[in-house]
T-cell receptor, first 112, second 112 residues
Framework: GIQVEQSPPDLILQEGANSTLRCNFS?????LQWFHQNPWGQLINLFYIPSGTKQNGRLSATTVATERYSLLYISSSQTTDSGVYFCAGTPSYSGNTGKLIFGQGTTLQVKP | SQTIHQWPATLVQPVGSPLSLECTVE??????LYWYRQAAGRGLQLLFYSVGIGQISSEVPQNLSASRPQDRQFILSSKKLLLSDSGFYLC???????????FGPGTRLTVL
């Protein structure tokens, strides 16, 4: 099956720093999404980004579908950005089922 | 707007006991529905998905089963729980065609 690799696995930042999280897929995917899991376990939708670039406040994401990777940028990080960030996508061979395959996540800690 | 509910929020069950977790979606019709499980410190794994009433697809062989008795209701069950069934169970929905997914708050299950 398809493999989803996220890097780095762990990241510690000082408040105000910028960071880039990466997600690589071993095969073509559709419906690429980025999530933030808060301390209570809730998955918060950050971006639905099958291709191209989107921005939402201090966060932005870029997906290069032809090269099977996506990047999540966090600028001017805040302590509330701490948590686990997941990327996920639907393998192209899965058709319209929408089944998401998740990476193992990047655990971000932002220190004040 | 659409909302997704899961209950119970937490559950502690003895080995060998039955299980029933419920997920309901409001504000949409004929959604795709999904059950995922997250083991401690890991990414999410898809367990079941459904594209319509009574239509269930299983992704991994296991001790669990799923049912969809109504359009916006998805139930995860087991006849006899195993220790390995412990984890965080999340329900999700998407529109037909399997685009962006939205997750419920999850149920944390501990099997003792």
């Amino acid at each position: 099956g398809i493999q989803v690799e996220q890097s780095p696995p762990d990241l510690i930042l000082q408040e105000g720093a910028n960071s880039t999280l990466r997600c690589n897929f071993s095969d073509s995917v559709n419906n690429l999404q980025w999530f933030h899991q808060n301390p209570w376990g809730q998955l918060i939708n950050l971006f639905y980004i099958p291709s191209g670039t989107k921005q939402n406040g201090r966060l932005s994401a870029t997906t290069v579908a032809t090269e099977r990777y996506s990047l999540l940028y966090i600028s001017s990080s805040q302590t509330t950005d701490s948590g686990v960030y997941f990327c996920a996508g639907t393998p192209s061979y899965s058709g319209n089922t929408g089944k998401l395959i998740f990476g193992q996540g990047t655990t971000l800690q932002v220190k004040p | 707007s659409q909302t997704i509910h899961q209950w119970p929020a937490t559950l502690v069950q003895p080995v060998g006991s039955p299980l029933s977790l419920e997920c309901t979606v409001e504000g949409t019709s004929n959604p795709n529905l999904y059950w995922y499980r997250q083991a401690a410190g890991r990414g999410l794994q898809l367990l079941f998905y459904s594209v319509g009433i009574g239509q269930i697809s299983s992704e991994v062989p296991q001790n669990l089963s799923a049912s969809r008795p109504q359009d916006r209701q998805f139930i995860l069950s087991s006849k006899k729980l195993l220790l390995s069934d412990s984890g965080f169970y999340l329900c999700a929905w998407s529109t037909q065609g399997g685009n962006e997914q939205f997750f419920g708050p999850g149920t944390r299950l501990t099997v003792l």
